[in-house]
């Protein structure tokens, strides 16, 4: 079964360090990556998208993608409390499919 | 912007109703999906539809339909509501094929069988 997999945390940070966010995926032939931030009770919202080995940064993100490793990172630099979300990783998993599959998120607190 | 519209926020329906569930999307995209997420379950797809009329089945279609007359619209119908299947639902849509591009999503409906 294809998968992609998130460690649920909760992770906890102090505010102004960078968090850590990471994915595995079990398909080989993945090609498209996707970072959600999803806040208690709402819906979640696409912060990062990534298509090519290496870093994608956007502000205070960075996405990063190793396709040999096949995992799949997401950086936060100088966290706030207003960060803290369940982040989900969603990945292309096998050809042909049109829905990308979602990890069940990690839990980031950032601490004042 | 991307705006993925859903019906209701919250909805409170009894058990053996039939529910619709209404989603629109104004960027013309050609895939639509209804997942459900419980905690601790993640996100789970229940229907979704590439094109017009077309639909497939996710990963817990049993107790649902769906609907897709129009390329911006997917409904999706409890056809007799339980208690089991209160939850978030959340509408999504994304351009293209081959599930390359990223899904956007709606508010969410806050659905209670009671």
């Known amino acids: 079964q294809k998968e992609v997999e998130q460690n649920s945390g909760p992770l906890s940070v102090p505010e102004g360090a960078i968090a850590s966010l990471n994915c595995t995926y079990s398909?080989?032939?993945?090609?498209?990556f996707f970072w959600y931030r999803q806040y208690s009770g709402k819906s979640p919202e696409l912060i990062m998208f990534?298509?090519?080995?290496g870093d994608k940064e956007d502000g205070r993100f960075t996405a990063q993608l190793n396709k040999a490793s096949q995992y799949v990172s997401l950086l936060i630099r100088d966290s706030q409390p207003s960060d803290s979300a369940t982040y989900l990783c969603a990945g292309r998993v096998g050809g042909g499919s049109y829905i990308p599959t979602f990890g069940r998120g990690t839990s980031l607190i950032v601490h004042p | 912007d991307v705006k993925v519209t859903q019906s209701s926020r919250y909805l409170v329906k009894r058990t053996g109703e039939k529910v619709f569930l209404e989603c629109v999307q104004d960027m013309d995209h050609e895939n639509m999906f209804w997942y459900r997420q419980d905690p601790g379950l993640g996100l789970r797809l229940i229907y979704f539809s590439y094109d017009v009329k077309m639909k497939e089945k996710g990963d817990i279609p049993e107790g649902y339909s769906v609907s897709r007359e129009k390329k911006e619209r997917f409904s999706l119908i409890l056809e007799s509501a339980s208690t089991n299947q209160t939850s978030m639902y959340l509408c999504?849509?994304?351009w293209g094929t081959g599930g390359e591009r990223p899904q956007h999503f709606g508010d969410g409906t806050r659905l209670s069988i009671l």
């Open positions: 990534i298509y090519s080995n």
């Open positions: 999504a849509s994304s």
């Open positions: 398909d080989r032939g993945s090609q498209s």
